[in-house]
């Protein structure tokens, strides 16, 4: 990973969580195919008439299955019980990928003096639909005396914001203190490479206009000057080797109609095929937005919370 992505990285994971058994969702406790409440980490049963899962595109998957609604084989092979055979569940994962070109520079007085985010399309992206490439600059982050001369590096981070490619989420154990195995399925797809590179070519561009040249304080240190634009195949090993996501997964109980196409949720947000289960999160959207997933999200839960205010 770049300097300026295991800042932004370790700026993620400052914030300490607790984790108390009591309010932890293990699974959904079903009569049949009918929800009936919520079983927590400590034993608890919480009864309700309709249970609404929120916990993420990782996590609310993850409790489906355990609680026997998903790939019947998966389960079967982890001593689950199916109870529902829907194979969208855990698929389907979308994220945004990433790299960052990483200059180095002078320590500034202000925490960010580079705030700007850039939107542009690939050379093979339709013009009329919206932008599939992103250029934002982060930092600048300031260095011990052994990492650089300068001082400080900042990075400009591009990412791809229509991908093609899609991951996925599994159980590892039907035990829930067991984290799950995660696939992102960065540039699986050859056309998501492609257009990395562009967005990396265009970033370097920017990197030697005006102003920000000004500021760049000697050589780029990541992919570095070994790697040149113009060596295509040598530019997309370094972005095979560097790609990283901008953390906004999505699409791992994508909504639709037929559950036999990879559908968890009708458009409402409803389980298929279970009465009185819905998934109210970024996990319903069956492909990714062009965009930062938080707004989103949170559209979707108004309109899902709404619709259960009016049932």
């Avoid at 982890?78 to 855990?90: E, F, K, Y």
Wanted: proline share 7%; hydrophobic share 45%; aromatic share 4%.
């Amino acid at each position: 990973m770049s300097t300026a992505l295991t800042y932004l990285s370790e700026a993620r994971s400052r914030a300490n969580l607790t984790i108390c058994p009591d309010t932890v969702a293990v699974s959904v406790e079903c009569d049949g195919t009918r929800a009936r409440g919520i079983r927590l980490l400590d034993g608890t049963l919480v009864e309700a008439d309709r249970v609404v899962l929120a916990a993420g595109t990782y996590a609310s998957p993850m409790i489906l299955a355990r609680s026997g609604i998903g790939p019947a084989g998966d389960l079967k092979a982890l001593g689950v019980a199916p109870i529902l055979d829907l194979p969208g569940v855990g698929s389907n994962l979308i994220d945004h990928p990433l790299v960052s070109i990483d200059l180095p520079t002078r320590p500034a007085r202000a925490i960010c003096r580079l705030q700007a985010h850039v939107t542009f399309h690939s050379a093979a992206a339709d013009r009329a639909g919206a932008a599939d490439l992103l250029v934002f600059a982060a930092g600048p982050f300031e260095l011990g005396p052994d990492q650089g001369g300068s001082g400080a590096v900042f990075g400009l981070v591009v990412g791809l914001m229509a991908p093609r490619s899609r991951g996925w989420v599994r159980l590892a154990s039907s035990q829930p203190d067991v984290a799950p195995r995660i696939h992102l399925g960065h540039l699986g797809d050859g056309d998501d490479l492609e257009r990395m590179l562009d967005a990396v070519t265009e970033a370097r561009r920017l990197a030697l206009s005006e102003p920000l040249d000004e500021i760049i304080a000697g050589p780029e240190l990541s992919p570095g000057p070994s790697v040149t634009t113009e060596d295509r195949e040598g530019l997309a090993s370094w972005v095979r080797s560097a790609v990283s996501t901008f953390h906004h997964p999505v699409g791992t109980c994508a909504m639709g109609p037929d559950p036999a196409l990879g559908a968890v949720t009708d458009w409402r947000g409803s389980v298929h095929g279970i009465e009185g289960l819905t998934v109210a999160d970024a996990s319903i959207m069956p492909d990714i937005p062009t965009a930062t997933t938080n707004l989103p999200t949170i559209m979707v839960a108004e309109h899902i919370s709404g619709w259960l205010r009016d049932a």
